[in-house]
């Protein structure tokens, strides 16, 4: 009679601890669990799996992104033009001979620098309707043009003969047209920056 008497309590413990699974120790481990560690609940599993599926992988966004990442490179390329820094530089700029091409122009004097100051002027004289200030605009239009084209000359002849003797081993090419081309700028508007003084010899 001692089975009528047993207490519901006792009865629900021993179904549940027979209907309990048994955990075996020597359950293989998951190939794709990392090594040393076990392998991760299923709840956990999903949680990464949804996170993984919820990444933004459309054309828009991938477009977004690289818009992103370009208008970083953007800012980050003004400020090294800004500042000289020549990590960030673009390819034209780049280089210890394509800096001391800049440096050597920014530290003289370029008659070519004030030409568009000049061309400025030498227009207002041209369209005032008085002949003899029209013969001088043409007149001071030819000397500036001449000036400019000796200059160029002799600074490209004497920037050459500096690279040669500097960078015997190094890829001149386009350095001393890269320089001119600069010569041509007003030294305020130059990019980049100019880093030596008038007169500071690099």
Known sequence: ?????????KDEKAQSAVSAP?????Q???PQ??????TPKRSVAQSQRRSVANTPMTRK???KR????RRTAMARQREALAKGDERYLPARDKGPVRKFARDWIDSRFNIAEYFLPMAVIILV???IRVASLQNIALLLWLVVIVLIVLDSIVT???LRKRLAERFPDERRRGAVAYALMRSLQMRRLRLPKPQVKRGERP
């Open 22 to 26: 048994v955990t075996d120790s020597k």
């Open 125 to 127: 004289l041209s369209m």
């Open 1 to 9: 009679m001692g089975f009528v008497f047993r207490s519901r309590a």
């Open 33 to 38: 669990a990392p090594k040393g560690r076990p």
């Open 61 to 63: 966004d991938a477009a």
């Open 28 to 30: 293989p481990r998951d």
């Open 156 to 158: 490209g002849f004497r």
């Open 66 to 69: 690289q818009r992103e990442e």
